[in-house]
């Protein structure tokens, strides 16, 4: 599977500049980060989030972060938030492979929320709608193309100790 469609005409619609990165195998954004050499601070993870009601939010973290779900709901006003379950992943990005969702909620119609730890990176490396593919970009321009609200709720996980 080649780059998702929906994400190539975004990013040439917004004439951003853009490279596509292929790399192994890997499913994991901290995997994938580690299969381009770059660390998890500046590789985007998607999850997606279910409310009670059944509508769903796109949130984006970098992949050395964990999402805390309740300053998640407190920042946006949406109490009962749970994480969306695989059924939930593959009805929503028909067009991707399991996992590998691109950071643009605008896409799918989800509204997206970005921690704002990622805009301190000059460059960001996001999922391309596969497991062999990532996309670099500017972070400017993620932000300038994704309008994505901002927020604070990762939890960033401490170094390994040797």
């Known amino acids: 599977m080649a ?41 985007a993870k998607v999850l997606v989030v279910r409310e009670p009601s059944g509508s769903h939010l796109m949130v984006v973290l970098p992949a050395s972060c964990r999402l805390d779900l309740g300053i998640l709901s407190q920042e946006t006003g949406r109490p009962g938030l749970a994480l969306a379950s695989e059924a939930d992943l593959a009805a929503l990005f028909p067009d991707c492979e399991l996992g590998a969702m691109p950071p643009f ?54 170094p390994a100790h040797a």
């Open 3 to 43: 780059i998702n469609e929906r994400l190539m005409r975004l990013l040439q619609q917004n004439q951003a500049a853009y490279e596509v990165l292929p790399h192994g195998e890997a499913f994991t954004t901290q995997e994938v980060a580690q299969s381009v050499h770059v660390t998890g601070r500046v590789m």
């Open 105 to 158: 909620g605008s896409l799918y119609g989800l509204p997206m929320y970005v921690d704002r730890c990622l805009e301190g990176s000059e460059k960001l490396f996001l999922q391309a709608g596969n497991h062999h593919e990532v996309v670099r970009l500017e972070t400017k321009e993620y932000f300038r193309i994704a309008r994505p609200l901002a927020g604070e709720f990762c939890m960033h996980r401490e």
